[in-house]
Nanobody, 118 residues
Framework: QVQLVESGGGLVQPGGSLRLSCVGS???????????INWYRQAPGKEREFVAV????????RYADSVKDRFTISRDNSANTAFLQMNSLKPEDTAVYYCNARWTTNYWGQGTQVFVSP
């Protein structure tokens, strides 16, 4: 059974940084490296929104305009892990951040809370 586990969230002041991790397990039929890895986030009272994606071999990435030039997505397929480096954090980045692995099936993690406040 595929599982994704996010970690690295927490409380940070505006301008600070956090690095989120997403560790995958159970990718027995199709390897982790086959899947695009997306990060989404959901703030209180808002719809879940796309943040960033990295394609299977790690050569292509795309970002939401709101995080471009501040966030960096990466992956280590040898460790079945994806990362989201978040710099210059703003209060509006406060949300639960979710990892998503997508190929023919969508898999979701349970989320990790990021809270940006003075």
């Amino acid at each position: 059974q595929v599982q994704l586990v996010e970690s690295g969230g927490g409380l940070v002041q505006p301008g600070g940084s956090l690095r989120l991790s997403c560790v995958g397990s159970g990718f027995t039929l199709t390897p982790f490296s086959t899947h695009d890895i997306n990060w989404y986030r959901q703030a209180p009272g808002k719809e879940r929104e796309f943040v960033a994606v990295i394609h299977g071999n790690g050569t292509r990435t795309r970002y939401a305009d709101s995080v471009k030039d501040r966030f960096t997505i990466s992956r280590d397929n040898s460790a079945n892990t994806a990362f989201l480096q978040m710099n210059s954090l703003k209060p509006e980045d406060t949300a639960v951040y979710y990892c998503n692995a997508r190929w023919t099936t969508n898999y979701w993690g349970q989320g990790t809370q990021v809270f940006v406040s003075p």
